[in-house]
């Protein structure tokens, strides 16, 4: 198996963290190697939060190249735009539709991208996008914190791992008394895709 490059995306306090362990957790899961690395700054403040997980029979490096990600997985929409260059030609976007607006936004002191600018920049890269309604979602199935985890049923949905390997890290990573309702955010994020 070639090796599969994940970039995973968001602020802090979106569960971003989680669902990059969860992703190197499926990967060992599936019988591969898997590496994994995160820079999470200012996260307990809400800023950025970026980390790669990278899956192969051999993975030599946690760190992927601007350009070689098969996969973007986004939690918030500025940041899916923050590292769309991330992304190789003909990857795989998976990006939460909700905006959570910065303090210079906020401020008044800078514009949100609009949607047409967030549109032709991934245009310019693929033309897989997925927007997800998770956060809607994770709210129907009971809290707006599996949102992270709707994200990673629509990603499982586009990954030939068995779904079990999927739910066996979910398990792993999530305190006992969160699962079933983390496993219920799973179910509607891989159907969101399917």
Do not use: C
């Amino acid at each position: 198996m070639k090796t599969v490059d994940f970039i995973v995306v968001g602020v802090g306090g979106q569960g971003t963290l989680l669902a990059s362990d969860v992703i190197a957790q499926v990967g060992l899961g599936a019988g591969l190697e898997a590496k994994k690395s995160e820079v999470h700054g200012m996260a307990q403040r809400g800023g950025s939060v970026i980390s790669h997980v990278r899956w192969g029979e051999r993975v030599y490096s946690p760190l992927i190249g601007k350009g070689e990600a098969d996969f973007l997985l986004a939690f918030e929409k500025l940041e899916a735009l923050r590292y769309v260059d991330w992304l190789k030609p003909g990857g795989v976007a998976l990006v939460n539709e909700q905006a959570i607006p910065p303090v210079a936004v906020s401020s008044g002191g800078a514009e949100y991208p609009s949607d047409e600018r967030f549109l032709a920049a991934f245009k310019a890269v693929t033309d897989k996008v997925y927007l997800i309604p998770s956060l809607k979602v994770a709210q129907e199935v009971g809290s707006a914190r599996v949102n992270n985890v709707v994200m990673l049923g629509a990603l499982s949905a586009l990954l030939d791992v068995d779904e079990a390997v999927w739910r066996a890290a979910i398990e792993e990573r999530v305190p006992p008394k969160f699962v079933e309702m983390n496993l219920r955010a799973f179910e509607r994020g891989r159907a969101l895709v399917k």
